[in-house]
């Protein structure tokens, strides 16, 4: 697996993992990341639907373009550790529908 790859224990691996919630379909992305992953995907050849192809993109985004969280999640030593390192990486991830519900007020 390529979380494990890049010498993330198996609690750093799980803890990435569960705060992703990949469930083997499209993930709920913002566009431009579904972009990313798309993107990437078609140019490895792999099916971007699969949790693998998630996870290898996933290692390839921490380590290349977000290498903070990368090294932040490295530095864990729980499960617990790691959903608080990756956090900020998942919410970047995350297709944010609330904005619909705030109501709009005008700074006066």
Known sequence: MAIVDNCWTEEQAQGLFDS??????????????LKRLHDWCA???????????QFEFIA???????????M????????????????????LLREDQEWFRKPYRRHT
């Open 72 to 91: 932040a999640l490295k530095l864990a030593h729980t499960r617990q550790e790691a959903q608080r390192a990756v956090e900020p990486y998942v919410q």
């Open 20 to 33: 992703l919630k990949l469930s083997g379909s499209v993930p709920n992305w913002k566009p431009e990341h």
């Open 60 to 70: 390839f985004d921490l380590c290349n373009d977000h290498q903070a969280v990368g």
């Open 43 to 53: 140019a490895h050849g792999k099916d971007q639907r699969t949790i693998e192809c």
